[in-house]
């Protein structure tokens, strides 16, 4: 009995003084910080490159509605243009809304402050400001599209503003004026 104690002693000793395994706790604790950061650089590159397409695309409808005077308009056509465009935006059609409005030159005043985006738990969505604009009339554009974050419970994706669906807003707006025909 006593030469079994002496041997769980040297061996709980041994296994006490062994450094096989420091490595691996070591990367224990720091991989899960380094996969973080590199899933929110993810995230982060696709939301960036989702709101620079989202921009590009509504310049280059802008340019056309420009060029055309801004003569019969239509929502579905300039949503699908935009969508088509646009290219990295999932589901584009249901989780994007476009609002074009004239501005008062009397008062300088054009599209509220708020923005005005798709609401999708919400069945029934609110009228959309879609208005054509007049030759030489200043007309402003806001397009705004729900996406869900790739990675939601992880870094950036975690922290950032999202509304009541889960998705955060991306916003690409313009100003323009209808040349005369």
Request: hydrophobic residues 45%.
């Amino acid at each position: 009995m006593r030469q079994l104690a002496l041997k769980f002693r040297r061996a709980l000793r041994h296994l006490g003084l062994s450094e096989d395994g420091v490595a691996s706790v070591e990367l224990v604790i720091v991989f899960p910080f380094f996969v973080g950061v590199f899933l929110s650089g993810y995230e982060v590159a696709i939301m960036n490159t989702r709101a620079v397409m989202l921009e590009r695309a509504t310049d280059m409808v802008v340019r056309n509605i420009r060029l055309s005077s801004g003569a019969n308009l239509n929502y579905d056509v300039v949503l699908n243009d935009i969508c088509r465009l646009a290219g990295l935006i999932p589901n584009c059609r249901n989780v994007t809304k476009i609002e074009l409005q004239p501005v008062d030159m009397t008062t300088w005043t054009g599209m509220t402050s708020a923005i005005d985006c798709i609401k999708r738990d919400q069945v029934i969505q609110p009228v959309v400001r879609f208005r054509n604009g007049l030759q030489n009339e200043l007309m402003l554009i806001r397009v705004c599209a729900i996406v869900d974050p790739v990675f939601p419970s992880i870094g950036v994706g975690r922290s950032m503003p999202r509304d009541s669906s889960g998705g955060y807003q991306i916003i690409a707006s313009s100003a323009f004026v209808n040349e005369p025909t």
